[in-house]
Nanobody, 123 residues
Framework: QVQLVESGGGLVQAGNSLRLSCAAS????????IGWFRRAPGKGREFVAA????????GYGESVKGRFTISRDYGANTVYLQMNDLKPEDTAVYYC????????????????WGQGTQVTVSS
């Protein structure tokens, strides 16, 4: 089992940066792919980024490519989402997720989820 706790959300102005953290625990954490998703008001959950259990491969949603970076710190058992050049349309609740499958982690069917952290970008 994997437990996930997000932090780092807040209110920022457009063009600024924010870094989200996903603290993970559990005996099999290191074997899981970790992903970030977001849910904007009135919309469904959207894939943002994912990183392999090895930490050497990552993938991004089209709307964040070139602006967001996902990274994995095994020593701290934490996955980060560095968000640069934020836009009002990035406003959402951000969730991290974990799954053993590199395919499932790209979808909302991931096995484990955190509670989410709110990010609000003002124009």
């Amino acid at each position: 089992q994997v437990q996930l706790v997000e932090s780092g959300g807040g209110l920022v102005q457009a063009g600024n940066s924010l870094r989200l953290s996903c603290a993970a625990s559990g005996p099999t954490y290191s074997q899981h792919y970790i992903g970030w998703f977001r849910r904007a008001p009135g919309k469904g959950r959207e894939f943002v980024a994912a990183v392999a259990y090895s930490g050497d491969r990552a993938g991004y949603g089209e709307s964040v490519k070139g602006r967001f970076t996902i990274s994995r710190d095994y020593g701290a058992n934490t996955v980060y989402l560095q968000m640069n050049d934020l836009k009002p349309e990035d406003t959402a609740v951000y969730y991290c997720a974990a799954d053993l499958s590199r395919h499932v982690i790209l979808t909302t069917r991931a096995q484990y989820w955190g509670q989410g952290t709110q990010v609000t970008v003002s124009s």
